[in-house]
């Protein structure tokens, strides 16, 4: 959608989320913004306002769904959603694998998360003349099971498929649905990542490529290109050489210790 006006961004008190927040701020828009750390919400707040939008920070937890619905059904009629919320962890190193109370988390976040923000959005713009965007924010790592973060790369997948889903069984209502899988974005997610990553992009880039790709309704906005070619690559791979190319990725190394938020 182009120009939208009523814009609401989950997971904005950093990384992609506050460069989307910021990218979008300017007068004459209106820009509902969720975050679980105040202070840097507040301060998302404060730079977008400067930039003339009119602006609501609610710290909210995308977990907890009867409230998320609460808000999103008191706003004005939203013309873009962008669910962009998450939380990473790894396998704590190939010899441990991933705590399942970890799994639960990222999966509570990631997916039920997005789930949270749709299900009421899609609600009150099939209610308003069925017009509106919604874009679900999956990522590189959902084009296949990375044994390095299992439950994040499955989240990220699930989360793919749902949107792609989304979009063709939407596709003659008027509402736009709208993947994107970014590589890597320099975030408080990244941060917390001790190993090269290649490509690794600027928040405000990634901003501009998603917005861009949005305007254009692009149904997966992928970047940056190469990385998206590898990922795609080998999501097509026989399994057994997926695994041995896979076996040779660094490890997150961040189960058991206190997973990385946006």
Request: charged share 20%.
């Amino acid at each position: 959608m182009k120009n939208p006006k009523n814009i609401l961004i989950t997971g904005a008190s950093s990384g992609i989320g506050a460069a989307l927040a910021l990218y979008y701020a300017k007068k004459d828009v209106q820009l509902y913004l969720t975050g679980r750390n105040e202070a840097r919400l507040d301060e998302v707040v404060r730079l977008c306002e400067d930039k003339g939008s009119v602006t609501e920070g609610r710290v909210l937890d995308v977990i907890d769904k009867d409230n998320m619905a609460q808000w999103i059904m008191g706003l004005e009629p939203l013309d873009l959603v962008i669910a962009n919320a998450g939380i990473s962890g790894g396998s704590g190193g190939v010899m441990n694998g991933e705590p399942v109370h970890q799994a639960r988390q990222i999966f509570e976040v990631n997916l039920m998360g997005v789930l949270n923000t749709v299900e009421p959005s899609l609600g009150v713009m099939l209610e308003n003349d069925h017009t509106g965007q919604i874009a679900v924010v999956s990522s590189l790592a959902g084009f296949r099971g990375w044994p390095t973060a299992p439950a994040y790369s499955a989240s990220k997948g699930a989360v793919r498929f749902y949107g792609e889903a989304m979009r063709g069984v939407l596709k003659d209502s008027g509402i736009q649905v709208n993947v994107i899988c970014p590589g890597f974005v320099v975030s408080r997610i990244t941060d917390a990542n001790e190993f090269p990553m290649p490509m690794l992009m600027r928040a405000e880039k990634a901003a501009h490529i998603i917005g861009r790709g949005l305007a254009k309704n692009k149904g997966r906005i992928c970047f940056p290109w190469p990385s998206h070619f590898v990922s795609w690559l080998i999501g097509i791979l026989p399994d057994a050489l997926a695994q041995v190319i896979l076996s040779k990725a660094p490890d997150k190394g961040l189960a058991n210790q206190e997973l990385a938020k946006d």
